[in-house]
């Protein structure tokens, strides 16, 4: 568990020129619409130990110097629960965030809804599910803060809901909070550690670091751009390759540049996403996020040379949708040898995963940009490549099929793999011939 900051001391490790929204409360009935027995005295005393009159503060800050509109929960106020005052200000964070284009940063620390408003408090998370939908649809980023702890319905709508999720270290992360879950539960489980392990969040941020990582997403996620992304320069080889084996051998040659090398390059400084959203990663696989190319934003989704696994697909998938939801234009580097075969990836949905990534490139408004830097291995590496603006580097190649597998299904001995190779005319100047890539070279 880390120390748990209150609303107040959590806006000023974001940031120093804070102003709060206007917040106009409700009418109700005495000890609240179940007239719970204690529940105003409750508040009362929530609210004088506190200095709130909620258990959210919304307002607007420049974080790093770029405006938003921060949601920021205070624990102390009866555990940072929903209620309808709480819906009341939470919706009006989000619309004074549409009216004047802002980015959302919630900066969540509560258990859930609120037992003294029964039914009319859980309704609530209906409310700000809605004012998320409206936000995202509306081509604004949310960017959540999960802090100590972000448990129940709090996590379930504005933690997890939101397009970007970073966590303080030690949090308590969860669906279920403490009090509620299996006596036999592994609390680990239960943690910011965990949730990003699974791929429910994207990274662990240390509070001292939290106004700089915070500034960073900001700035790249509010600053859309219908130019297509400018081919990157090839690293590698500049001759092209004799023949279909030379192309097959220099993409797996183990000395070839790879993703980091490119991205390094390329990027003034990068932020990486993580996970798909469904409980699973493929950090070593698929490398996504969004990082400054000659002071513009450009998102990426770059094979590393390995077997592509389900999760990285479907982290491929939500990085080209959310960049296309906020104008921002992708890169694409293809490497790999193909998609994961095993039986485990079948299990995971590889084909719905690839499916889905295809479908996602395919009806993307954003421009792409695709490069393919190493191998280019069947319909694995197709999935993230744009049609028609597809380009490749010296050092690489585009096959159906690895010649192994061509040659295996065609029955053929061994000693034919490398003619297969040729048959197949999968070397850069042939792909530019059948005008499957736009061109080749450094």
Known sequence: MTDRLSARETIALVSDDFTELPSTPRDSAPDGPLAWEGYDASRARAAERTGEQESVVCGTAHVEGTRAVLIVFEFGFLGGSLGERTGDRLEAAYAYARTHRLPVVPLVATGGSRMQEGMLALTQLQRVARQSALTREAGLPQIAVLRDPTTGGGWATLGAGADVILALPGAQVGFAGSRVRPPDADPAAYTAQAQVAAGSADAIVRPEELRRTLGRWLRLLAAPSDAPAPVPSSLGATDLPATGWAAVC??????RPRAEHYLDAYFAHRMAISGDRCGGTDRAGMLCGFGEHEGRTVAYAAQTGTATR??????ATRLIRLADRLGIPVLTLVDTPGAANDAEAERQAAGAAIADLFGAVASA?????TLVIGEGGSGGALALAAAGNTWATPDSYFSVIA????????????KEVEATADELRIRPQDLVELGVIREHGP
Request: hydrophobic letters at 30%; proline letters at 17%.
């Open 250 to 255: 220099r993409a797996r040659d183990p000395r």
């Open 310 to 315: 389900p999760a990285g697909y479907r982290t």
């Open 365 to 369: 408004r954003t421009p792409i940009t």
């Open 403 to 414: 010649p192994e597998s061509a040659a295996a299904i065609l029955k053929r001995p061994a």
